[in-house]
């Protein structure tokens, strides 16, 4: 073969690999999407940030997640937070 012949192979083969994996990434992040996305961030960012686990869950973000996934019904177990947190959390998700 010459080098003409071995550069378009070459060439074709890297293009048809990208269409493929671009392909597979596309699907990969609708199927593995997160669920709940605004409302966490809004959640995060209305946590005072300390990360300190009085709550009982891992950081913030921890305590967030669980309450986007209704894994929780009290909204008062971020101390540092107080009533201020608590009517932040009532807030975003619209919770009386």
């Given at each position: 073969m010459s080098n003409i012949t071995i550069i378009i192979t070459?060439?074709?083969l890297m293009g048809a690999l990208g269409i493929l994996?671009?392909?597979?990434?596309?699907?990969?992040?609708?199927k593995f999407a997160v669920v709940g996305g605004e409302k966490l961030k809004k959640l995060?960012?209305?946590?005072p940030g300390y990360n300190c686990g009085?709550?009982?869950?891992?950081?913030?973000?921890?305590y967030a997640e669980a309450l986007v996934n209704n894994e929780i019904k009290d909204f008062d177990l971020c101390k540092p937070g107080r009533q201020e947190v608590i009517?932040?959390?009532?807030?975003?998700l619209a919770k009386e």
């Open positions: 070459a060439v074709i994996f671009g392909l597979v990434l596309a699907f990969a992040s609708k995060e960012e209305a946590m009085a709550c009982g869950y891992p950081g913030c973000a921890g009517d932040k959390i009532t807030k975003i």
